[in-house]
């Protein structure tokens, strides 16, 4: 009789259970109101940016400056000089007149700027020297490098700088080397500001037709707060002209994309679509 009991008060809580469910009652199954109010996932449009988006944009476009006239084009050197005299020897291509009151100051090419060679000098190696005729100015051919008024052979010095690049620490390279250790940092800290120069002048200004932007997300090991590392990066030449590490915030986009066109490469109006 008790069993008899049991078993109908268990089929009565499951039917009771089933009964619940099915009025919606029991949050088993999402409610009609929930399932009403759920909208359909839309795909959203991309707003194509414009320089007009950024604060700084809109401030440089407002206040516009006065372009001047463009410098008059330099006439080349040899259209000046007379026929006379004998022809030129020495290959002066890459060189240029450092005399800033020089016409022909920082250019190049040898079709256009004034530069002979001058002569040799120096005991350990011969050292070609260039005078400019337009303003009479004589500089060797070391001048503006790490070589400039050294009188240690270029090749010894190749070798020293290499193998500091390798790891050798400067007082093993006086053991090895025997050259003093003081005149070893000198050559090291002169190749350093070369190099530094080569980079703003090669690394600077750059025509890159194609760039593309991404940011990594990242977590220090003893920090909880999110980092995002921006990188813009030439997909043909594998440069990556910026790096900068801050929030994932519309401001920091327009930073990036403004350290991309004011002291490094000049980016392409379609990179903002």
């Not at 009403?36 to 809109?58: E, I, N, W």
């Not at 090749?155 to 003081?182: K, M, N, T, W, Y």
Request: glycine fraction near 4%; include cysteine.
């Amino acid at each position: 009789m008790v069993f008899h009991v049991f078993l109908f008060l268990l089929v009565f809580f499951l039917l009771s259970l089933a009964l619940l469910w099915r009025l919606c009652w029991l949050p088993l199954q999402p409610s009609c109101s929930q399932v009403g109010s759920r909208r359909t996932p839309l795909h959203r449009h991309l707003k194509p940016r414009t320089p007009l988006d950024c604060p700084a944009c809109r401030l440089c476009s407002a206040h516009s400056t006065v372009v001047g006239p463009a410098p008059a084009p330099v006439r080349p050197w040899c259209e000046v000089k007379s026929r006379r005299g004998a022809p030129k020897r020495v290959n002066t291509e890459g060189f240029a007149c450092p005399n800033p009151q020089c016409p022909y100051a920082g250019i190049t090419d040898a079709q256009i700027h004034a530069l002979v060679g001058d002569g040799k000098h120096g005991s350990a190696e011969r050292i070609q020297t260039f005078r400019c005729q337009a303003c009479h100015t004589t500089f060797t051919a070391r001048r503006n490098t790490p070589l400039y008024r050294l009188k240690t052979p270029s090749h010894h010095i190749a070798v020293v700088l290499s193998a500091l690049a390798e790891g050798l620490d400067p007082s093993a390279a006086e053991r090895v080397f025997g050259f003093r250790q003081a005149t070893i940092t000198t050559w090291l800290s002169r190749a350093g500001e070369h190099a530094r120069t080569l980079h703003e002048r090669f690394f600077f200004h750059l025509q890159l037709p194609h760039l593309q932007l991404d940011e990594l997300r990242t977590r220090l090991r003893c920090a909880t707060q999110v980092l995002w590392l921006w990188l813009a990066i030439d997909p043909c030449t594998k440069i990556l002209p910026v790096l900068q590490l801050g929030p994932r915030t519309q401001t920091m986009a327009h930073q990036l994309i403004h350290s991309l066109r004011e002291p490094g490469p000049r980016l392409p109006p379609a990179l903002y679509q």
